[in-house]
């Protein structure tokens, strides 16, 4: 193995554990603009408060492993897809500011609600047209972005993967609401739960068969492994949206696993995405070992944040465990 491919191991898992994390917290955002109730809107809320700023420090890790580990990635990616990232910064920033003024209200306050809510959704639609654009295909020429500022689009195919996206929060959205609240907010994240799986599973499926016609790339495994990796990914996939599917209609009474269906949805997209797209990062042409960093850069980088990340896991697994439970009873819990 060589040491670009090693250091795709820590780009792969802040990657996995922001979509992962911040995937269920932009989910319960979207899900509060289509809540009438404050109460439960405040509920969503406080579900949200106290993890989203841990949640969102992977995605800086995300953006750290990628500039320093693979910098010819950022140098072709960013100038492609400013016209997302810039909105999907500012809407995090927006959602983060209205999260703590929030908090600074009793009941819901409408505008900082709406903001909450808003960025939400506009965050997770950038984050799935950035991920469109990326693997349909961007021109580059000697080490720089040879396209124009609309080329992500790819004929609409980024707007595709952009509501897929959306989708796949939401899921993630419902499956932590099925698992952390009680009582009507349970029952209606049930019910949304199994519209937003058939919108994911319908998206999903599309955005797969039309990534071959949207630009450049061919999604051919091309040798065995690869082809074994991409089986398992698409089986992997099919079976957490059978069993989302299945687990909001039946109302289970294990209440996790929704979240544990939502779990193996992430593996199999991310396993098919690997399967098809591994070594290439930015497709026709940017590859692994092509965009990595000198071996020297290369070995410090993977000494320093191989120190820091399970600090980071052990941090936030805490975290979690002190405010394990429902939402209604959290505070009384820790103050007790």
């Given at each position: 193995?060589?040491?670009?491919?090693?250091?795709?191991?820590?780009?792969?898992?802040?990657?996995?554990?922001?979509?992962?994390?911040?995937?269920?917290?932009?989910?319960?955002?979207?899900?509060?603009?289509?809540?009438?109730?404050?109460?439960?809107?405040r509920e969503m809320h406080e579900l949200?408060?106290?993890?989203?700023?841990?949640?969102?420090?992977?995605?800086?890790?995300?953006?750290?492993?990628?500039?320093?580990?693979?910098?010819?990635?950022?140098?072709?990616?960013?100038?492609?897809?400013?016209?997302?990232?810039?909105?999907?910064?500012?809407?995090?920033?927006?959602?983060?500011?209205?999260?703590?003024?929030?908090?600074?209200?009793?009941?819901?306050?409408?505008?900082?609600?709406?903001?909450?809510?808003?960025?939400?959704?506009?965050?997770?639609?950038?984050?799935?047209?950035?991920?469109?654009?990326?693997?349909?295909?961007?021109?580059?020429?000697?080490?720089?972005?040879?396209?124009?500022?609309?080329?992500?689009?790819?004929?609409?195919?980024?707007?595709?993967?952009?509501?897929?996206?959306?989708?796949?929060?939401?899921?993630?959205?419902?499956?932590?609401?099925?698992?952390?609240?009680?009582?009507?907010?349970?029952?209606?994240?049930?019910?949304?739960?199994?519209?937003?799986?058939?919108?994911?599973?319908?998206?999903?499926?599309?955005?797969?068969?039309?990534?071959?016609?949207?630009?450049?790339?061919?999604?051919?495994?091309?040798?065995?492994?690869?082809?074994?990796v991409w089986i398992v990914g698409a089986?992997?996939?099919?079976?957490?949206?059978?069993?989302?599917?299945?687990?909001?209609?039946?109302?289970?009474?294990?209440?996790?696993?929704?979240?544990?269906?939502?779990?193996?949805?992430?593996?199999?997209?991310?396993?098919?995405?690997?399967?098809?797209?591994?070594?290439?990062?930015?497709?026709?042409?940017?590859?692994?070992?092509?965009?990595?960093?000198?071996?020297?850069?290369?070995?410090?980088?993977?000494?320093?944040?191989?120190?820091?990340?399970?600090?980071?896991?052990?941090?936030?697994?805490?975290?979690?465990?002190?405010?394990?439970?429902?939402?209604?009873?959290?505070?009384?819990?820790?103050?007790?």
């Amino acid at each position: 193995m060589r040491l670009s491919d090693a250091w795709m191991i820590f780009v792969f898992l802040a990657f996995a554990m922001y979509i992962v994390l911040d995937g269920y917290d932009l989910g319960i955002g979207v899900l509060t603009l289509f809540e009438r109730d404050d109460r439960r809107r405040r509920e969503m809320h406080e579900l949200v408060a106290w993890v989203w700023d841990g949640n969102e420090s992977w995605l800086v890790l995300v953006a750290l492993t990628l500039w320093a580990g693979v910098p010819l990635v950022t140098g072709v990616a960013l100038p492609a897809l400013y016209l997302v990232l810039i909105p999907m910064l500012w809407s995090l920033i927006a959602r983060g500011v209205s999260l703590e003024l929030i908090e600074q209200h009793s009941g819901w306050p409408r505008l900082w609600g709406a903001l909450f809510g808003i960025g939400s959704l506009l965050a997770a639609f950038c984050q799935g047209a950035a991920f469109g654009g990326l693997i349909a295909g961007l021109p580059a020429h000697a080490g720089t972005f040879a396209g124009g500022p609309f080329t992500f689009l790819h004929h609409g195919y980024a707007v595709l993967t952009g509501f897929t996206a959306v989708a796949l929060y939401v899921v993630a959205g419902c499956a932590w609401l099925y698992m952390k609240t009680d009582g009507d907010l349970q029952v209606r994240a049930a019910r949304i739960g199994i519209a937003a799986v058939v919108a994911l599973g319908a998206g999903t499926a599309a955005s797969w068969l039309l990534a071959t016609s949207a630009g450049p790339v061919v999604l051919h495994p091309g040798a065995g492994s690869r082809l074994g990796v991409w089986i398992v990914g698409a089986v992997v996939l099919a079976a957490g949206v059978s069993l989302a599917l299945g687990s909001f209609a039946a109302k289970v009474r294990a209440e996790w696993l929704p979240a544990i269906a939502t779990l193996v949805i992430y593996a199999g997209g991310l396993l098919l995405a690997g399967g098809l797209l591994y070594p290439t990062l930015v497709p026709p042409h940017v590859t692994v070992h092509t965009a990595s960093s000198p071996h020297s850069s290369l070995l410090f980088l993977i000494i320093g944040v191989g120190i820091f990340i399970p600090i980071i896991l052990i941090y936030q697994t805490y975290g979690y465990i002190v405010f394990r439970g429902k939402v209604g009873g959290t505070r009384e819990a820790t103050s007790a």
